[in-house]
């Protein structure tokens, strides 16, 4: 199976900075078959971007996607205070399909 | 508007069996590949089983393999997950999830709200 390595863990920010969460392969993922998921505590996770690159309709443009092959990126350009949560990336290029570990992004 | 309801969650003997339900509404369920996705409390997401539309392909994550079953009634509009030889680490909040695509190793566009299941004695 596909073994998702996110990074950082945790990412302290003040609302307005950039934020960029990185997400790493064990292998290339085929046909840059990423997604990635925003969770709120208590809340069921909202898929953001597939493709690694597509926004998912109604999703700001302040986030976006990038990458291919095994190292992929999600940025915020400016956080604003609903953006504070755990992003987690996802494969979907090959059964079964994996899930990273998350990255936190919290309030510095 | 798409709506995922499981239900059946709740406290179960290690060893023992539960069925969960999700209960599908507003989009042709018949269509429409389905996933489980499950998180353990204070972890990440890990994902469980996906069925294909007419029920005839599943997938299952390996450490699922031989224990969990997934199957679908399209009459009821409803999606299942038999769980057996449940142990301590199964434990989590179950949620049913909808892929936008309608194929099963997709992007899952749609969540229910999740159901608890605690594996407990």
């Known amino acids: 199976e596909i073994v998702l390595t996110q990074s950082p863990g945790t990412l302290s920010l003040s609302p307005g900075e950039r934020a960029t969460l990185s997400c790493r392969a064990s292998?290339?993922?085929?046909?840059?078959?990423l997604a990635w998921y925003q969770q709120k505590p208590g809340q069921a996770p909202r898929l953001l971007i597939y493709g690694a690159s597509s926004r998912v309709t109604g999703i700001p443009d302040r986030f976006s996607g990038s990458g291919s092959g095994t190292d992929f990126t999600l940025t915020i350009s400016r956080l604003e205070p609903e953006d504070f949560a755990v992003y987690y990336c996802?494969?979907?290029?090959?059964?079964?399909?994996?899930f990273g570990p998350g990255t936190k992004v919290d309030i510095k | 508007e798409v709506q995922l309801l499981e239900s059946g969650g709740g406290l179960v003997q290690p060893g023992g069996s539960l069925r969960l339900s999700c209960a599908a509404s507003?989009?042709?369920?018949?269509?429409?590949?389905m996933s489980w996705v499950r998180q353990a409390p204070g972890k990440g997401l890990e994902w469980v089983s996906a069925i294909s539309a007419t029920g005839g392909s599943t997938y299952y994550a390996d450490s699922m393999k031989g224990r969990f079953t997934i199957s679908r009634d399209n009459s009821k509009n409803t999606l299942y997950l038999q769980m057996s030889s449940l142990r301590a680490d199964d434990t989590a909040v179950y949620y049913c999830?909808?892929?936008?695509?309608?194929?099963?190793?997709?992007?899952?566009?749609?969540w229910g709200q999740g159901t608890l299941v605690t594996v407990s004695s």
């Open positions: 507003g989009f042709t369920f018949s269509t429409s590949a």
């Open positions: 292998q290339s993922v085929s046909s840059n078959d």
């Open positions: 999830a909808l892929p936008g695509s309608g194929y099963p190793i997709k992007p899952l566009d749609y």
């Open positions: 996802q494969q979907y290029g090959k059964s079964p399909l994996t």
